[in-house]
């Protein structure tokens, strides 16, 4: 490894564990290893810190503890509320969605629809990158049975507005039999925004550890009192019956911690929000044909995504990895997969420009002379991709 | 993920930049996965005396673009029309499988550039 300092800016993907949270999930690992369901002392400790995590996610959420269900992943809390819909209800269901959520909304809604289970709306984006409520509120059918809009994009940034949303499905729901479940997989919004389940009047929400801070391989999944879903897991009967496998102690105690901390980090937000909006000035100034995408208000304060013309994604990330820059490409080339970003053309880009675009995340970590060096040298290599390219 | 001969390529591609008076050229381009590239080439004598590029891609399409054009510079038209995606690929120690039609991108490209001068003579390759 290169001893040159590193420049994290991929938050997006995952975060550090804080050091205060890791010091917290230890003991767990060694002295305090026992299974929370046993009855003797060592067990009952593990369960009483497991509880108190319960505490610490609802108070974040305004919540009550025993709405909150801890998970494996916030993709499996995804998974968790389309599938456990199912067979509570007779009829084939309707889920609206979004063309721009997370794979773990997207795949489980695709294979129901692929064995003729649900029927599914997607809406679509404006040039903000956000839904229209007006659209959301045409697709409602009397056999909807849930929407699931995601709070916060994970690759443009870009913020929905969850709480228009909330109040529309709340006023709808008042005048319904069958109720719509408002769900919103809230991954990347819960480090930056407000997430007060009662003020947004959201039904459910996913949640993960190791976006903010936290252990990786736990999720949560906040599921309103008085909504049933059936279990995704079964067997021993953890989480209320309606999580089965042993609990993930440590990891529950990280992602309480971790929560914790991300209240009392809310202060640092602003100086986020500030570094993210020099870099962003500072590549538009200096770099032509660069654009930003996706609304600069409607955005998480730590996200900048942008496209430059005639320089390929990867070998972007490719040349900053070069000199320790840690970021990510719009695109999905460096994946498994060739095809564009779904997110990029569905905010209306050209397939070459979305296979032309970087998410840089910010984190907590980050510091205005981390910035200075992007600056610095991002200018030079996409001049270099630009003659390689002959664009 | 890339092997350091490919990472090479990208980093100090040879031959690369727009050709002034080219005999031909190939433009081959993958709007799936957005690579355009383009090879051009000076014939002599039958010979590919001169080749550069200029590509818009991945770092795979950039190192297999370089690399084709190291492999195909003083070749026959005949010896440079055989060289196969494998070959560019076993060049570069190896590439990744779903960067794989990048070099066969690479060799299109090249294939193109030569019928193209091909199609200038009355001489069929």
Redesign the interface.
Known sequence: MNKKKSIYLDNAATTPVDSAVFKKMQPYFFEQYGNPSSVYSLGERANYAVENAREQVADFLNCSSNEIYFTGSASESDNWIIYGLLSNRKKKIHIITSIIEHKAILEPCRNLKEKGLAEITYLPINESGLIEINSLEKAIKKNTALVSIMYANSEIGTVQPIEEIGALIKKINSKRKEKIIFHTDAVQAVNYLNCDVQKLSIDSLSLSGHKIYGPKGIGALYLRNGISINPLIRGGGQERKMRSGTENTPGIIGLGEAIKKVEQSKSKNQSIKKLRNKLITGILKDIPNSQLNGSLEKRLPNNAHISFD??????IV?ELS?RNIFVSTG?A??S?S???SSVLIALGLS??Q???SIRFTLGRQTTSSDIDFVLKVLPGIISRLR????? | ??SKKV?EH??K?KN???MKNPDAVGEVGN??????M?LYIKVKNDKIEDISF??????A??STSSMITDMAKGKTLAQAMKISYNDVAEELGKLPP?KM?CADLAVKALQKAIKNYAGTKTKTY
């Open positions: 005639g320089a390929e994604g990867e070998s490719m070069q695109s080339c460096a498994n060739l095809s564009p397939r070459e979305s296979h032309c003659k390689i390219s002959g664009r | 993920m890339y990472i990208f980093q591609p690369m930049g727009k709007p799936n996965c957005g690579d355009v383009k200029e590509t818009m891609g991945c770092v399409a950039i779903v039609h």
